[in-house]
């Protein structure tokens, strides 16, 4: 039984691929997975352990970028509640003002009171004028003639029927 040839399944490759994005070496990894180092070589698998290892990379600076990100919010925090105690402190509190409103505006923003739309008052004085006038069906609009509006620019002339 000398000469005995490892058959590669993908079942093998799937886990080779996996321990070196998970962060081993591709020759530990491939003792490991059952890969002959001899695979190595080719270059499918060579360009395959090259994505599994920028993935490793990728998921490692993502994760520092994140605990990066969470000390800068808490830094950035410390130092607005600092900032806010010393506004009060110097003479030249307009700067610091501004910094705050800036980097806290729900804090230290201005407030602003809601804007109605024009377009919202327009239709409930349309309401509000509709309000005392009698309900008409559809039906009705149908039938009825329409009269050419007034010269004068009042009401129209009321129907005769």
Known sequence: MGNV????????????????????????AADLAGVPENALGEP???RLVRIAEARFQHSRLSAIYASVRV?????????????????WERS?????AWLLERR?????????APVVASTVIEI??????????????L???????????????????AESE
């Open 71 to 87: 000390r800068v919010t808490r830094a950035k925090d410390a130092v607005g509640r600092d900032r806010a105690g010393q506004i």
């Open 44 to 46: 499918r698998v060579a």
């Open 139 to 157: 039906a009705d609009l149908r039938h009825r003639p329409q009269l050419p509006p007034p010269a004068d620019g009042g009401e129209p002339a």
């Open 5 to 28: 040839r490892r058959v590669i399944t993908w079942r093998r490759y799937r886990k080779f691929l996996r321990l070196i994005t998970e962060g081993l070496p591709a020759r530990r």
């Open 124 to 137: 409930l004085s349309a309401l509000n004028a509709l309000r005392n006038r009698p309900a008409v069906s």
């Open 92 to 96: 030249d509190w307009k700067s610091s």
């Open 104 to 112: 806290h505006p729900g804090e230290w923003g201005p407030t602003q």
